[in-house]
């Protein structure tokens, strides 16, 4: 079965960048059928995808337009697990924010969530 | 973007019904939308995928339908732990979107 462990900060400045990182247990980072995806929820934007990190023989990335120039998600092989940076956060970017593991656009397994603030 | 767009936004019923939801998406995205649930202060949990296949363990009350730019989730005969938040998602290309929800309350 399939686990994802979220972990990082409840509470961000604004300014500063916001760090999840996702633990993946049960399957593997670098496994052909599957993406990585971080996905956020808030009242006011309901679900919003962020993006997604998969291996097809090299490692791919793909980030939604309204985040595209603040995001970074990168696998890390070694600990199987992958992470969200989001630069310059704003109040606008709190939210509970999940990993999930997708296959063929569907996703099956998600996080915990972390609900992460952006508040001085 | 692929924009969908949920309706009703809230629906109220009783045990027993039949409900039906609809997606209908801003451009033909063939059958690359999925439905899912969320309680409160969970995860959405994955009930159809490709417009129509049941998700192993999802319960047979819960069907999908459409292709194109119409889609319909119908829940058969709710039942009370079918009270919840409903989402739809299209997969035909990224980003993903989902639309705004449907949340089924008790009448």
């Known amino acids: 079965q399939v686990q994802l462990q979220q972990s990082g900060p409840r509470l961000v400045k604004p300014s500063q960048t916001l760090s999840l990182t996702c633990a993946i247990s049960g399957d593997s980072v670098s496994r052909n059928s599957a993406a990585w995806n971080w996905i956020r929820q808030s009242p006011s934007r309901g679900l919003e995808w962020l993006g997604r990190?998969?291996?097809?023989?090299?490692?791919?990335?793909d980030y939604a337009v309204s985040v595209k120039s603040r995001i970074t998600i990168n696998p890390d092989t070694s600990k199987n697990q992958f992470s969200l940076q989001l630069n310059s956060v704003t109040p606008e970017d709190t939210a509970v924010y999940y990993c999930?593991?997708?296959?063929?656009?569907?996703?099956?397994?998600w996080g915990q969530g972390t609900l992460v603030t952006v508040s001085s | 973007d692929v924009q969908v767009t949920q309706s009703p936004s809230s629906l109220s019923a009783s045990v027993g019904d039949r409900v039906t939801i609809t997606c209908r998406a801003r451009q033909s995205i063939s059958t690359y939308l999925n439905w899912y649930q969320q309680k409160p202060g969970k995860a959405p949990n994955l009930l159809i995928y490709a417009a129509s296949t049941l998700q192993s363990g999802v319960p047979s009350r819960f069907s999908g339908s459409g292709s194109g730019t119409d889609f319909t989730l119908t829940i058969s005969s709710l039942q009370p732990e079918d009270f919840a938040t409903y989402y739809c998602q299209q997969s035909y290309n990224t980003p993903f979107t989902f639309g705004q929800g449907t949340k089924l309350e008790i009448k």
């Open positions: 990190t998969y291996y097809r023989s090299k490692w791919y990335n």
């Open positions: 999930a593991r997708e296959g063929s656009g569907s996703v099956l397994f």
